[in-house]
């Protein structure tokens, strides 16, 4: 069977590395041409409005995804009168803005930020008197890695703030005091069956996700599951979505719904029975879902911005290094780690090598911050 991606960097990149061991193969719709899974199948190199390239793909494919809620709303709502697209088009219109993401939760009893809808600056002020300062604005559509947030902590944010909310919808959000910050990642077959990954917990430095463990029977496991089930129901849901929460006192909130594959599910090739991968195509091709069960603890360490040292990183028992092979820039995700522990380890020794990592890759304000007691 042929899966049809939309967009073709490193989630379709590893979409398409786990395809051929399940019988399946991935093509991409993508302009760029270096884009990192070109080499994993057929790649259109055009735009996503270029109708002689979307017709190609109509022609190619059995089924369409997409790696980012980014994507045309458009394109892919004209595909789905074509041939099956999943995630359904309803996730993908709700997860691609903020206002509607939340209007969605709230719609289900779902627990998020206190925010109010932004549609221009003379908002601002009644809004802020409302949820409080800090607070932080935040365009509807198109961010990621704490791209179009400005934070409200002092008048001085405010003109940054004013430019953002005259330019495009936001929406403001109180500041969450969360403890932690978590994800649960589940997939959704055809037939209505769902499985839940073990949650992950998030660490993130400006704004952009650094290192992810992996939390065997955590106490907000069932929580969450239940909140992604909801989600995925009303949605008649198909694929892997991913749920990014903030734990405050043992209550979760919805901060982002993501229709697909996620960062934070990075580490699952190494510590899940099935990888998050597997399981997205497993479903979108309309096929049953394996088991998500753990299989080991393990840590996910994002490589940003500059490549590390390949030979330190093979020295460490447990690591191994995931590069997409895409060309440094700041601020830029190249690749990833994932490190499994060995059960004989005691939380001092799995500190110990996940130290070295985050410095390897940068990470040492992270690494000083962490206690053994944390793994
Ligand atoms: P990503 O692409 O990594 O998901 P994003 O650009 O979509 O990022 P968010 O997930 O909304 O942005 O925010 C990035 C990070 O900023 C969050 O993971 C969290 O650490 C912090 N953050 C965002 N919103 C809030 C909030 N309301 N209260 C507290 N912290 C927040
Ligand atoms: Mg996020």
Not at 266 to 291: D, I, K, M, N, Y
Request: some cysteine.
């Amino acid at each position: 069977m042929r899966i049809g991606i939309l967009g073709a960097g490193q989630l379709a990149q590893m979409m398409a590395q786990a395809a051929p061991g399940l019988g399946l193969e991935c093509g991409f719709l993508a302009p760029e041409a270096d884009a990192c899974a070109a080499p994993y199948g057929r790649h259109w190199q055009a735009s996503f409005d270029d109708q002689e390239a979307v017709a190609e793909l109509v022609e190619w494919a059995d089924v369409i995804t997409y790696e980012s809620e980014n994507v045309s709303l458009t394109l892919v709502e004209s595909l789905s009168k074509q041939l099956p697209v999943y995630p359904p088009v309803a996730a993908l219109q709700a997860a691609r803005d903020r206002g509607e993401e939340k209007q969605l939760c709230r719609s289900l009893g779902v627990a998020t930020a206190d925010f109010a809808l932004i549609n221009s600056s003379s908002e601002l002020p009644g809004a802020l008197a409302k949820l409080g300062c800090p607070a932080i604005l935040k365009t509807c559509r198109e961010g990621y890695d704490g791209k179009g947030q400005v934070w409200l902590r002092s008048a001085e944010d405010l003109p940054a703030a004013v430019e953002q909310a005259d330019a495009t919808a936001c929406v403001l959000e109180a500041v969450v005091p969360f403890q932690r910050e978590i994800s649960a990642i589940a997939a959704r077959s055809i037939d209505g069956a769902v499985s839940c990954f073990s949650l992950s917990e998030n660490i993130h430095r400006e704004g952009i996700l650094r290192l992810t463990i992996n939390r065997r029977n955590d106490s907000q496991q069932q929580q969450a599951e239940q909140l992604i089930g909801r989600l995925m129901e009303q949605l008649n849901y198909v694929g892997v979505l991913a749920l990014e929460l903030f734990d405050v006192a043992g209550e979760l909130r919805v901060n982002e719904i993501a229709p697909r594959v996620h960062n934070t599910g990075h580490w699952t090739p190494a510590g899940a029975r099935h990888s998050q991968f597997e399981a997205h195509l497993l479903a979108v091709a309309g096929r049953s879902l394996p088991s998500l069960d753990w299989s080991n603890d393990c840590a996910m360490i994002n490589i940003i911005g500059a490549l590390p040292d390949q030979t330190a990183i093979d020295a460490i028992t447990g690591a191994s290094l995931h590069l997409y092979g895409k060309s440094p820039r700041p601020g830029r995700k190249l690749g990833h780690i994932n490190l499994i522990f060995s059960p004989h380890q005691s939380p001092t020794q799995r500190l110990d090598e996940l130290r070295k990592l985050l410095i390897l890759v940068g990470e040492g304000e992270i690494a000083d911050r962490l206690e053994a007691s944390w793994l």
